[in-house]
């Protein structure tokens, strides 16, 4: 009965030794599933980390870019409204000096007028004489 026993014993140990063998293997292809997926996700993290951070150095130029364009911007509104200013006075200068020519003309052409007048008095005095 000892070796029926011993039989039977031998026999719960190889069935339990398979048993755990077959869960060892499971469990480390498990861990290993695991550990692949954890790799994958770690990948993929540093990836969207790697392309947030080059995201945020382009968002950095483009607000300084934009910063400089905006002044520029301003620098050319004031020019702008000094040239539009300008050119306001200009307006001014030029329709004030063409006032100005027209008075003279109107004086000449009533000078010349007083003029031919004279002329016609005095040829009129000579021929008198």
């Keep these: 009965m000892e070796e029926g026993l011993k039989a039977r ?5 190889t069935i339990l030794s398979v048993i755990f063998f077959i869960s060892t293997i499971s469990s480390c292809n498990n861990a290993r599933r695991f550990k692949v997926a954890r790799d994958k996700e770690m990948v993929t993290r540093l990836d969207l980390e790697e392309k947030l951070s080059k995201f945020a150095q382009d968002m950095a130029v483009v607000d300084k870019k934009l910063k400089g364009l905006t002044e520029e911007l301003d620098k050319e509104k004031t020019a702008h409204q000094a040239t539009k200013k ?12 063409k006032e100005e020519l027209e008075k003279v003309n109107k004086l000449k052409e009533a000078l010349e007028e007083d003029l031919k007048e004279a002329l016609v008095v005095n040829k009129s005095l000579q021929t008198k004489k």
Excluded: G, H, T
């Design 9 to 13: 014993l031998i026999l719960i140990l």
């Design 86 to 97: 300008a050119l306001l006075q200009e307006q001014l200068v030029s329709k004030s000096l």
